[in-house]
């Protein structure tokens, strides 16, 4: 279902479908289909995982993201932000597409993780787009 809704985005079927934000002393958060979740990080030991960040990453910065994040644990899943996405690419005429696909109040993983940096001070992205318009490829083809 990730695969397709990035394809609906002008993704593609990419190998890309999930992301999560490392956090300190082994976890990480990620948002899941029953809510943002933290946890041991080593949950992942044993599948294929590619590890990005922004080149120039400060640690004060690091922190601020990091602490930012602990804000989101429990934030139910957006399973229709991927309809949403979808409808702001084909650039469907949709009252209120553009603050609902900006809202914290439900994300997909790729989401909670872009609204984590901005949390911290950090844009990752420079490209004028709509905040929360950002699929798994998106921050794979800008980080790695």
């Known amino acids: 279902m990730i695969r397709f809704g990035q394809w609906l985005n002008g993704d593609g079927f990419t190998d890309f479908s999930h992301a999560f934000l490392v956090l300190p002393d082994g976890r990480l958060i990620e948002a899941r289909g029953d809510g943002a ?3 041991s990080l080593d949950r992942y030991d044993g599948t294929c995982v590619v590890y990005v960040y922004p080149p120039g990453l400060t640690e004060e910065a690091r922190g601020a993201i990091c602490e930012a994040a602990l804000g989101y644990e429990g934030v139910p899943y957006g399973f229709l932000d991927y309809v949403a996405i979808a409808a702001h690419r084909l650039r469907l005429p949709v009252p209120g597409l553009r ?3 900006a809202s914290s109040r439900q994300q997909i993983c790729s989401q909670l993780v872009d609204q984590c940096y901005e949390d911290g ?13 950002v699929t798994p490829g998106s921050l794979y083809r800008l980080l790695a």
């Open 37 to 39: 979740v933290i946890r």
């Open 99 to 101: 603050g609902y696909i």
């Open 121 to 133: 001070g950090v844009r990752l992205f420079g490209d004028g787009r709509w905040s929360g318009y």
